[in-house]
């Protein structure tokens, strides 16, 4: 299995621009996540996913978008890309909790995506 | 909001010690309590988890302890070695909720 597997790994940006940052994983789970990493700020969630087809916003979702289509991709778009955004992305999946009690405490993590907007 | 904060931004521990990393949180109704380690470069690895109705997991090497009376949680990490040098972070999340909050970090150094 490749596991959580993200692109691009890095990406510079200009204001204003769009991009989608990919996401998949190949290990069934109906639980994914988008989380982004800032210096001394930890890791702070974005969007979630509990099932294609059902997304829900985190801490911190306004400027992205999400959408999931299938289980095993869950892309995550930058609309107007503002300085703000510049920051390290995962993206994690899981089990959800119809497939196990509790199995979404255990998040598989892709390896990051580094972006810099300009 | 609340938030799971950490006591020590850095830890530097000889090779062969033992490892404490601390955690206090906030959040009255949080349920469970995990920690994750962060290699340099990766993305975060799920280590261990406890429960809000335990005091003490076990794991390979490594124990969570939790205190609901202080709000604190540890990590204990045994005969610490150089892979063990990673940030680790503690995470909450509250009975049903698929939204886990993380703390900030600790920075764990293995001396050789």
């Known amino acids: 299995n490749a596991g959580v597997t993200q692109t691009p790994k890095f990406q510079v940006l200009k204001t204003g621009q769009s991009m989608t940052l990919q996401c998949a994983q190949d290990?069934?789970?109906?639980?994914m996540s988008w989380y982004r990493q800032d210096p001394g700020m930890g890791l702070r969630l974005i969007h979630y996913?509990?099932?294609?087809?059902?997304?829900d916003q985190g801490e911190v979702p306004n400027g992205y978008n999400v959408s999931r289509s299938t289980t095993e991709d869950f892309p995550l778009r930058l609309l107007s890309a503002a300085p703000s955004q510049t920051s390290v992305y995962f993206c994690?999946?899981?089990?959800?909790?119809?497939?196990?009690?509790?199995?979404?405490?255990?998040?598989?993590f892709g390896p990051g995506t580094r972006l810099t907007v300009l | 909001g609340e938030s799971v904060g950490l006591h020590l931004p850095t830890l530097s521990v000889q090779e062969g010690d033992n490892s404490i990393i601390n955690c206090a949180y906030s959040n009255s109704a949080s349920d469970y309590f995990i920690w994750y380690k962060q290699e340099s470069g990766k993305g975060p690895q799920f280590i261990i988890d406890?429960?809000?109705?335990?005091d003490k997991r076990q794991g390979q090497r490594v124990t969570v302890l939790l205190n609901k009376t202080v709000k604190h949680l540890s990590l204990q990490i045994a005969a610490t070695q150089p892979g063990d040098s990673a940030v680790y972070f503690c995470?909450?999340?509250?009975?049903?909720?698929?939204?886990?909050?993380f703390g900030k970090g600790t920075k764990l150094s293995v001396i050789p």
């Open positions: 995470a909450e999340t509250e009975a049903g909720s698929y939204q886990l909050t």
């Open positions: 996913s509990v099932g294609a087809g059902i997304t």
């Open positions: 994690a999946s899981s089990y959800s909790g119809s497939q196990g009690f509790r199995s979404y405490n255990e998040q598989f």
């Open positions: 290990m069934n789970h109906e639980y």
């Open positions: 406890i429960r809000s109705n335990m």
